[in-house]
């Protein structure tokens, strides 16, 4: 089996599901409730007020749609932990790779194994799970799959920040998520607008924000339409970002399920899994 992980349905469906990973790190904050924005607050406050309730977030339960550069269209199911330590357990589907487009995700101790495809078995050996142990290889080994924990690893409330960088936040109306009563806010940041907005905060959260911009870069988007559904308790129920990347469209929506409920996620048994490492080690010696 080649260790570049051939372009087939194993690699498109790997791609797809380290690019979700990617984008799931982008998640915001969560919450239930009525929207009663107070008529005092401006449409910049009451992101800001968002914004800033999303520090109190450890754990997350969210659905993910929308389309993603080079991947095509996308949707996932996902429960992420970020205190005190970081897991994640995800299903998504490539919509556009038929059924070769489906798979699981589990992040846990800062290793990434993707599994669940018929076809990723037909190629590993009969092992339905392929790791990626974040520890062990080098950046160039690990690609994408590098850039997707990296991400995976910062709070993924982070970037509900970024709407407060926005020059024209606007409240365009109430509006019901799943069920829930929100206010939803709009407005479009640019990269450099999106640093000067951190530029005074502390130093790990500038850096945090500055690791989220920069993944942007790379996509080639330099500019970002941002929507945020705010609910009665001053937290995001739902986030979309829309943007133009160099090899195609970004446009994804976050709505979120729960939030602060424990997440337990196991790594899948030893037996089922096919570790990259040690197939780089194996390649190597021979």
Same mark, same amino acid.
């Given at each position: 089996? %080649?260790?570049?992980?051939?372009?087939?349905?194993?690699? #498109?469906?790997?791609?797809?599901?380290?690019?979700?990973?990617?984008?799931?790190?982008?998640?915001?904050?969560?919450?239930?409730?009525?929207?009663?924005?107070?008529?005092?607050?401006?449409? +910049?406050?009451?992101? +800001?007020? *968002?914004?800033?309730? /999303?520090d109190?977030?450890?754990s997350?339960h969210y659905?993910? &749609?929308?389309?993603?550069?080079?991947? %095509?269209?996308?949707?996932?199911?996902? =429960?992420?932990?970020?205190?005190?330590t970081?897991?994640?357990?995800?299903?998504?589907?490539?919509?556009d790779?038929?059924?070769?487009?489906?798979?699981?995700?589990?992040?846990?101790?800062?290793?990434m194994?993707?599994?669940?495809?018929?076809?990723? +078995?037909?190629e590993?050996? %009969?092992?339905?799970?392929?790791?990626?142990?974040? =520890?062990?290889?080098?950046e160039?080994?690990?690609?994408?799959?590098?850039?997707? *924990?990296?991400?995976?690893?910062?709070?993924?409330?982070?970037?509900?920040?970024?709407l407060?960088?926005?020059?024209d936040?606007?409240?365009?109306?109430?509006?019901?998520?799943?069920?829930?009563? &929100?206010?939803?806010?709009? %407005?479009t940041? &640019?990269?450099?607008?999106? #640093?000067? =907005?951190?530029?005074?905060?502390?130093?790990?959260?500038?850096?945090?924000?500055?690791?989220?911009v920069?993944?942007?870069?790379?996509?080639?988007?330099?500019?970002? &339409?941002?929507?945020?559904?705010?609910?009665?308790?001053?937290?995001?129920?739902?986030?979309?970002?829309?943007?133009?990347?160099?090899?195609?469209?970004?446009?994804?929506?976050?709505?979120?399920?729960?939030y602060?409920?424990p997440?337990?996620?196991?790594?899948?048994?030893?037996?089922?899994?096919?570790?990259l490492?040690?197939?780089m080690?194996?390649?190597q010696? /021979?």
């Amino acid at each position: 089996m %080649g260790i570049s992980v051939r372009r087939s349905a194993r690699s #498109r469906t790997i791609g797809a599901g380290l690019a979700a990973v990617a984008l799931a790190a982008g998640a915001v904050s969560c919450s239930k409730g009525a929207s009663e924005e107070s008529p005092k607050m401006t449409p +910049a406050a009451a992101v +800001a007020k *968002a914004a800033k309730n /999303s520090d109190d977030i450890t754990s997350l339960h969210y659905r993910m &749609t929308g389309e993603y550069p080079e991947q %095509g269209r996308i949707k996932a199911e996902a =429960s992420m932990r970020m205190k005190p330590t970081v897991a994640m357990s995800m299903k998504m589907t490539a919509l556009d790779q038929g059924e070769d487009g489906s798979a699981e995700i589990r992040l846990v101790d800062k290793a990434m194994y993707i599994g669940g495809n018929a076809e990723m +078995a037909k190629e590993m050996d %009969g092992k339905t799970w392929i790791k990626f142990d974040m =520890s062990a290889l080098s950046e160039q080994e690990l690609g994408a799959g590098g850039a997707a *924990a990296g991400q995976a690893e910062q709070n993924p409330a982070a970037e509900s920040t970024f709407l407060t960088g926005a020059k024209d936040v606007k409240q365009v109306g109430t509006e019901k998520v799943d069920g829930v009563e &929100t206010t939803h806010y709009t %407005g479009t940041v &640019t990269l450099d607008s999106l #640093r000067d =907005s951190f530029k005074d905060e502390d130093k790990a959260t500038r850096e945090q924000r500055e690791k989220s911009v920069e993944q942007y870069e790379k996509m080639g988007v330099d500019k970002l &339409t941002m929507d945020m559904w705010i609910d009665g308790e001053d937290k995001t129920k739902q986030f979309r970002m829309k943007g133009d990347a160099d090899k195609g469209a970004l446009d994804m929506t976050i709505t979120f399920l729960d939030y602060n409920k424990p997440v337990t996620v196991e790594a899948p048994p030893a037996k089922e899994v096919m570790d990259l490492a040690e197939m780089m080690k194996e390649l190597q010696s /021979s």
